[in-house]
């Protein structure tokens, strides 16, 4: 028989601002824009934004972005490119709801038998998660045996002990005899300093110098993040490119129109095309540094 229960379960990991007061300030927004006769197209340019977010911003369209926090962000540069008062917009930033971790929700249980089938699933994966645990546990413990019994094993290399030579023995003994400093003319400084022909050393490589190299094919906008949470935005000129230092959490390009390496090996961005860009999220990078290839396009499921 069904139950009347409820169970806990984890609010929405998901940031939220406040879509009435998002409205009231994209009409704002709007208002002021045409007023100082600016396009959508102009404004998207000088916030290094798509035109669908720089509309998006006066229309609240919550999609258009990656989360709450980067909405909130173009908000604010948009404010100031139009050089509004910011009290709305303090209004909507402090309208950002971040889930509480310790929060609980209630929904309404299983049933008694889907509760029965439940219970079982945890319990069978309780007895393989401590099954794996002891064999981790087993495995760790043998590799130590073997490594402390190699190490036992092992003779101890003791170098030779050398008798100095009378040379040395005669150095040791000597008086330092002082001596006039040597005179080095500009032409013996030059041919020192100046490298052979033979042996000169290649440039280096940028790209071995990072983790990669962004190159826009258009006149285009750059959006990053490291994984010390530190942010680049800047504009791309055609032809121009970036280096990626270290390898990213997070990459948008503002067009499908750029080449992205990484190794000194072309990625294919097919796959990572959103709304007309390009975005990269860490786990992809994570992929990508370990193979630094394109990754094919997941295949359809046939069903027979």
């Known amino acids: 028989m069904p139950t009347n229960s409820a169970r806990i379960a984890s609010p929405p990991s998901e940031s939220t601002l406040d879509a009435r007061l998002c409205a009231e300030l994209g009409a704002q927004l709007a208002r002021a824009r045409e007023a100082q006769g600016l396009t959508i197209a102009q404004v998207a340019e000088r916030l290094l934004l798509s035109a669908r977010q720089a ?15 980067f909405h909130l962000g173009a908000l604010r540069k948009y404010v100031a490119l139009l050089a ?34 439940s219970r079982s699933g945890r319990a069978l994966s309780i ?10 546990a087993g495995g760790g413990y043998y590799l130590a045996r073997a490594r402390a019994a190699e190490s036992a094993s092992a ?20 008086v330092p005899v002082a001596r006039e400093p040597a005179v080095v003319t500009a032409s013996d400084a030059s041919a020192a300093s100046a490298p052979d022909a033979g042996t000169s050393a290649a440039p280096a490589d940028p ?4 983790f990669g190299v962004v190159r826009a094919q258009r006149a285009t906008w750059l959006f990053l ?18 280096a990626l230092e270290t390898q990213p959490s997070y990459l948008a390009i503002g067009t499908t129109e750029a080449e992205l390496t990484i190794g000194g090996r072309s990625v294919d961005l097919s796959r990572f095309v959103s709304n007309g860009q390009i975005r990269i999220k860490a786990g992809d990078f994570d992929a990508l540094a370990q193979g630094a290839s ?11």
């Open 155 to 174: 003779p101890m290399s003791i170098p030779p002990a050398v008798a100095p030579s009378a040379s040395t023995a005669s150095a040791a003994t000597s």
């Open 55 to 69: 509309k998006a911003l006066e229309t609240v369209e919550f999609t258009a972005f990656h989360n709450a926090t």
């Open 127 to 136: 007895v393989g998660l401590a099954l794996l645990m002891a064999l981790l």
């Open 84 to 117: 509004l008062d910011d009290t709305l917009l303090n209004r909507v930033a402090d309208s950002l709801v971040k889930p509480d971790p310790q929060a609980i929700l209630l929904i309404p249980a299983e049933s008694s038998e889907d509760a029965n089938v």
């Open 294 to 304: 394109p990754i094919p396009a997941p295949m359809p499921v046939t069903q027979p």
């Open 225 to 242: 993040r490291d994984l010390e949470n530190v942010v680049t935005e800047r504009p791309l000129a055609q032809g121009e490119s970036f």
């Open 207 to 210: 790209e071995s110098q990072g």
